[in-house]
């Protein structure tokens, strides 16, 4: 049953645009320092606008102002998509900002440059979630309060720095290894950060939709808005969340028109309105009217790719995580630079889906990263980016040269070496004077053990330690002295009783006192 009594259905689209850059034969490393493909990014930008973006906005729009405030979407539109509209297709964003207006749509934040940051650098993190939800305030006029991090990647820690950042929602993968017997059909919260709620695609709902939907081998081709609703409307007995989330590009460019993509986004809210108890919510609605129940642990980031739902799609390889890691080696450099240009070409070069390109993952899942994949190999989208990458630390090397840094390395390096031996020289003193100190004691305790024989022989001893030692030795040696002198008076009395005795009782007393040497010792 629902703790609330409320039941949503949550339809999420990525709006996403990949860029090309320059091919590496027609780039000339340290004098060209333009790395992008104008003509193929505006030719497939257009195509995109005029398949997909254009008719299924208006498509969208129709069916909120048919619905009169019963029908809602969340986009998550990334920075990368906004800037290509803003140069190739300006229609694009104008019909985007009057679906913003409707206020039946919510547009989720998330980081500017679609990167993986999340895993390399918090500052640079929420530095670009900062730089995006601007964008999304000056280009589409909303303020945004949930967040979708680049292609869902989620974990316990990149979710309690968005609570942090005060959003109150985030979308996520609802993978099977981590929800195990759970199910992804409720609201959750973070681990860390309980007030971070958390919502779970249901990824075989979406999928249907995604990757099956033009399937002819498919056992459930054709799928009908209808049909869909029913399978949704199973779940509404025991279920009280479904997040359905797609690649925007799902209506009119995977699937063309002609297979009946927009007949179905057409029909699919008035299906699911009639045919369920579900209703129709934003990501924020729900974080604001159902309760989570129960926290999710996700020790280690999750995504939505691929069948293992991991991260094995921008990091499975050497060339991957070489890339990724020279990259976020520069960021230090760059974070000095007030070049506009620099900062611009930091943030294009940060999108995963260079990354992607390089990924060596093959059956189901190599035919998908074929499908974007603009370059014949891995190796040669490796070495395409590598070649970029290399003109840009030139660029930064000329404003920051590395002789300036790898002086002030020398001279931390050598500071650290002045601290370690004066360390070294004060940890041999203080092992000396603790030695000298064990000896003294010992010393001390001997003394004050002994018998009157032990305490004749003190003098000796004494005045070896007086000649060795500080003040305070001495003054501790005091009473010694003090014990010193009665047995010395002792040995006077008994030497004036001994010569009144006979000549005999001399010799005899002289072996006696020969006797007694060794017990001094």
């Known amino acids: 049953m629902s703790i609330t009594g409320k039941k949503a259905i949550c339809l999420y689209f990525q709006v996403h645009q990949p860029f090309r850059l320059k091919r590496y034969r027609f780039f000339d490393i340290g004098h060209d320092d333009y790395y992008y493909d104008d003509y193929t990014n505006e030719s497939i930008m257009r195509k995109v606008a005029d398949r997909c973006y254009l008719p299924a906005n208006k498509v969208i729009l129709d069916m909120i102002l048919k619905h009169k405030g019963k029908f809602k979407v969340t986009f998550s539109l990334t920075g990368l998509a906004i800037n290509q509209f803003r140069l190739y297709a300006p229609e694009v964003l104008d019909s985007f900002r009057e679906l913003a207006g409707t206020g039946m749509v919510e547009f989720l934040a998330e980081t500017n440059s679609h990167s993986l940051s999340a895993l390399r650098s918090r500052s640079e993190f929420e530095t670009q979630v900062a730089q995006h939800t601007a964008m999304l305030k000056e280009y589409i006029g909303v303020e945004a309060t949930s967040f979708r991090n680049t292609e869902l990647i989620y974990s316990d820690t990149i979710g309690s720095w968005v609570a942090e950042m005060g959003f109150k929602a985030m979308l996520t993968e609802g993978a099977k290894h981590v929800m195990g017997w759970k199910s992804p059909n409720y609201l959750y919260c973070n681990a860390l950060n309980p007030r971070l709620k958390i919502l779970l695609r249901n990824f075989v709902l979406s999928d249907d939709i995604a990757f099956r939907f033009s399937n002819r081998d498919w056992s459930e081709w054709p799928l009908t808005a209808d049909k ?10 025991r279920r009280e969340l479904i997040n359905i989330f797609l690649d925007y590009e799902t209506f009119g460019e995977h699937n063309s028109k002609e297979t009946g993509i927009f007949s179905f986004l057409e029909h ?14 934003t990501a924020s609605e729900v974080a604001d009217q159902l309760q989570p129940v129960a926290p999710i642990s996700v020790p280690s980031p999750i995504s939505w790719a691929d069948e293992e739902r991991d991260l094995t799609a921008w990091l499975g390889n050497e060339l991957q995580v070489a890339a990724l890691d020279k990259l976020y080696s520069l960021a230090h450099k760059v974070a000095r630079s007030e070049d506009k240009l620099i900062r611009k070409d930091w943030e294009y070069l940060q999108s995963s889906d260079h990354f992607y390109y390089m990924a060596t993952k093959f059956f189901s899942d190599g035919a998908v ?52 031996k004066t360390i070294a020289r004060l940890t041999a003193e203080l092992d000396k004077l603790e030695r000298k100190t064990v000896r003294s004691r010992e010393k001390s305790v001997a003394a004050a053990g002994k018998n009157t024989g032990a305490a004749k022989a003190a003098p000796k001893k004494t005045s070896v330690a007086n000649a060795a030692t500080k003040k305070t030795a001495a003054a501790k040696a005091a009473p010694k002295k003090t014990v010193a002198s009665k047995a010395t008076a002792n040995k006077t009395a008994a030497t004036k009783a001994a010569a009144r005795k006979t000549g005999a009782s001399k010799v005899t007393a002289k072996k006696a006192g020969a006797g007694k040497a060794p017990a001094k010792k």
């Open 369 to 420: 990263h074929a499908y974007f994949n603009p370059y014949e190999t891995p190796y040669d989208a490796f070495m395409n980016y590598m070649n970029v990458l290399s003109d840009f630390e030139i660029r930064l090397n000329k404003l920051f040269p590395d002789t300036a840094e790898q002086n002030q390395i020398s001279r931390l390096s050598l500071k650290a070496e002045e601290q370690e």
């Open 268 to 281: 699919l809210p008035s299906s699911i309105l009639k045919k369920t108890p579900f209703r129709f919510m």
């Open 228 to 237: 869909y609703a029913s399978w949704i409307a199973k779940l509404g007995t």
